[in-house]
DNA sequence: TCATTATGCAACCATATGGTTGCATGTCAA
DNA sequence: TTGACATGCAACCATATGGTTGCATAATGA
């Protein structure tokens, strides 16, 4: 879990599941070609995605296939997000109140 | 919105919103006495949080009272979750067929 | 076979990050 | 007024992070 939200932390690495996003299963050849940084700096990225089992690999021949796994978002969306979400109005009402007694004083 | 993310990159400062979703309202000093960590350490963590407007502080004489500001992580949810969240039983099945020929090969 | 292509590995560097300590400031209460 | 309490600010340090370069390895295709 903390590496998929650190795995999202970098901008970059959003970019690239971004990337495979709008077309999945690119090679890092690919991937690379719309990013300005050099391919060993985009590899370390895609690594780290990998780790945090955003991105899965699949190996044709020399070729590293990219494709993106959304089990890990959703687990993101189900047990953390989820949770807030449920407290959001009660959240917001609280906060809303302590502004005006801030206000008052 | 790259704010959010990096926010909550971090353990401790899921943590310090998991203890603020508990109790809301919590001043620093209420906080420390929950992290194994010097207050200055944790006020860092809170000045990030402060940043990325995951919480709001209402200021009371001399106490810093933080609380939730859940619209960020709703953002978060809505505008990039939401988007992974759509297509994800396609992504799924287009990963599964890569392996599927993967091992066919 | 051999040049080319796709990728991996390792060293290296600058800067960001997460933590500490020490001291300063402002508020409360006796 | 004065001491105690809640917090802020700044310097400092170790390590993590994001990037580079150079070289090694493996698969493809002429």
Same mark, same amino acid.
């Given at each position: 879990?903390?590496?998929?939200?650190? #795995?999202? #932390?970098?901008?970059?690495?959003?970019?690239?599941?971004?990337?495979?996003?709008?077309?999945?299963?690119?090679?890092?050849?690919?991937?690379?070609?719309? $990013?300005? $940084?050099?391919? @060993?700096?985009?590899?370390? +990225?895609?690594?780290?995605?990998?780790?945090?089992?955003?991105?899965?690999?699949?190996?044709?021949?020399?070729?590293?296939?990219?494709?993106?796994?959304?089990?890990? !978002?959703?687990?993101? +969306?189900?047990?953390? !997000?989820?949770?807030?979400?449920?407290?959001?109005? @009660? #959240?917001?009402d609280t906060l809303r109140k302590a502004l005006d007694d801030q206000?008052? #004083?």
């Amino acid at each position: 879990m903390n590496n998929v939200f650190k #795995a999202l #932390a970098d901008p970059h690495r959003r970019e690239l599941l971004d990337l495979l996003y709008k077309e999945n299963g690119q090679t890092l050849g690919d991937l690379c070609k719309c $990013m300005s $940084m050099s391919r @060993q700096g985009v590899a370390k +990225h895609l690594a780290l995605l990998e780790v945090a089992q955003l991105v899965v690999v699949v190996w044709q021949g020399r070729e590293k296939l990219h494709y993106l796994n959304p089990v890990p !978002i959703q687990q993101i +969306h189900d047990r953390w !997000i989820g949770k807030f979400e449920g407290e959001r109005l @009660q #959240a917001l009402d609280t906060l809303r109140k302590a502004l005006d007694d801030q206000n008052d #004083a």
